[in-house]
């Protein structure tokens, strides 16, 4: 869709008057993708819900213009108040939504080997194992794991794939 097709279809739409926000809520980041036809989407509806989030009504219209020409888009929502009724919202405009992961909250070497230790459990592997599958450094991982060090934030991130799906990163890694 042309930018004059957007801008023809968001003002038959009329102007947004007012946006109720959230006053608390947890910072919350996503995927947005159509879900329907780009002319099936609720162009509004789905501006204002972002709007309600945090986002400013600019950012919110870009962000939803971005979608209808048939792209995603990332955002970060300062306030989402509830996860399962953004989600609604998003779907039942047309939109669909997909919450990127957290990262682990990490607040001493103690949490971070533990569930290290509990990563490497949960894909069923002995320190040697998992070392020579993911390509971490043996030396390393028994650092992380006996709490002599904090990984760092890139590294939490490749443990947290890990965590996610154990079994794709080792495809992933595999020759071939």
């Given at each position: 869709m042309?930018?004059?097709g957007l801008k023809e279809v968001f003002g038959r739409l009329g102007q947004i008057r007012d946006v109720d926000r959230n006053r608390s809520g947890s910072p919350e980041s996503l995927v947005l993708r159509p879900e329907?036809?780009?002319?099936a989407i609720n162009a509004i509806a789905a501006t204002r819900t972002l709007a309600r989030c945090g986002l400013t009504l600019?950012?919110?219209?870009?962000?939803?213009?971005t979608v209808i020409a048939g792209d995603e888009v990332t955002l970060v929502l300062p306030n989402v108040a509830s996860r399962d009724r953004l989600v609604e919202e998003l779907t039942e405009?047309?939109?669909q939504p997909r919450?990127?992961?957290r990262k682990p909250r990490i607040t001493s070497k103690s949490v971070a080997s533990k569930w290290i230790?509990?990563?490497?459990?949960?894909?069923?592997?002995?320190?040697e194992q998992f070392a020579v599958v993911y390509g971490?450094?043996?030396?390393?991982?028994?650092?992380?794991?006996?709490?002599?060090?904090i990984p760092a934030?890139?590294?939490?991130?490749?443990?947290q794939m890990i965590e996610s799906d154990p079994q794709a990163i080792k495809r992933m890694r595999l020759e071939g």
């Open positions: 042309t930018n004059a329907r036809a780009p002319s600019l950012r919110a219209k870009r962000a939803i213009e405009a047309g939109l919450f990127l992961r230790r509990q990563v490497r459990e949960s894909a069923g592997l002995t320190q971490v450094d043996l030396k390393t991982l028994q650092k992380y794991e006996q709490g002599a060090s934030a890139a590294v939490l991130s490749y443990f």
